[in-house]
């Protein structure tokens, strides 16, 4: 009677808390996603709590053969105070074909693992140059979002 004879599931209205992890473990409640941008792998959300340092965008466009860094949690490997730091080169700017349309991606010599979709690519000064949105398995290739896409997602 309590159920009205239905299964469980269509009983019960199931929100699952989501949290966002900072490099010293600790935990922040995810609020909202304002908006995304699936091609460039890029998703500007709000926590509950303010948190984190904000990254300055570089002034200008990488420089072929410019030292880049980026860190990110790709392959599972993530703990308290451990997450991979990669560094490589900026290799220009690829033209990919993306649903029949050119798409401007930076092209790196950072090797990347699936689960670093997403992750900032840095300069010396650390400044974010662009990110990561395809990592070539078994190579030291990636490719990601140039400096101009990231400020033209920001905009809104």
């Given at each position: 009677e309590m159920f009205?004879?239905?299964k469980l599931e269509d009983q019960i209205n199931v929100i699952p808390i989501v949290y966002v992890k900072d490099f010293f473990g600790n935990k922040y409640t995810f609020d909202k996603i304002i908006k995304i941008n699936e091609e460039a792998d890029l998703c500007k959300f709000t926590t509950l709590k303010k948190w984190g340092v904000k990254s300055s965008i570089n002034k200008k466009e990488c420089m072929y053969g410019e030292r880049v860094y980026n860190i990110s949690a790709s392959g599972?490997?993530?703990?308290?105070?451990?997450?991979?730091?990669?560094?490589g080169n900026f290799s220009g700017v690829y033209f990919d074909t993306d649903?029949?349309?050119k798409v401007k991606r930076n092209l790196y010599t950072i090797e990347s693992l699936p689960g670093s979709s997403g992750s900032g690519v840095y300069n010396i000064n650390g400044?974010?140059?662009g990110n990561i949105n395809i990592s070539y398995s078994k190579s030291n290739l990636s490719l990601g979002a140039t400096r101009k896409n990231i400020l033209n997602f920001l905009k809104d």
């Open positions: 009205n004879n239905k599972g490997f993530y703990s308290e105070n451990a997450v991979p730091f990669r560094e649903n029949n349309k400044d974010l140059c």
